[in-house]
């Protein structure tokens, strides 16, 4: 089992830049593929990022691509998330996933299947 907190979150004007990081508890984190996810107020939560558990495979939703950056560092038990040029329509509490895979490039697109969350940190972005 692994436990998630997120951190970075804050108010930032538009086309501006937010780093988001999610930090692992437990020596396995390496064994985790990540993602990240938003919901805004009064919307479905959405699938923004993943990343595979070695790194190497990431994927985007196309309304962040080319925008937003998803990086890990399994020594220091963290994925990060960079955002870039953000717009209003990013504002959102984004939340970080982990979910466990024998293969080193699986990436998981859907929220049911990742069984372990964060509580979560709001973006606020102004227009």
Do not use: H
Not at 14 to 27: D, F, I, N, P, W
Not at 78 to 87: A, F, G, I, P, R
Not at 94 to 106: D, F, I, L, M, W
Request: hydrophobic share 30%; proline share 2%; charged share 15%.
């Amino acid at each position: 089992q692994v436990q998630l907190v997120e951190s970075g979150g804050g108010l930032v004007q538009a086309g501006g830049s937010l780093r988001l990081s999610c930090e692992a508890s437990g020596r396995t984190f390496s064994s985790y593929a990540t993602g990240w996810f938003r919901q805004a107020p009064g919307k479905e939560r959405e699938f923004v990022a993943a990343i595979s558990r070695s790194g190497g495979s990431t994927y985007y939703a196309d309304s962040v691509k080319g925008r937003f950056t998803i990086s890990r560092n399994n020594a220091k038990n963290t994925v990060y998330l960079q955002m870039n040029s953000v717009k209003p329509e990013d504002t959102a509490v984004y939340y970080c996933a982990a979910g466990t895979t024998y293969y080193s490039a699986k990436i998981y697109y859907t929220s049911a299947e990742y069984p372990y969350w964060g509580q979560g940190t709001q973006v606020t972005v102004s227009s």
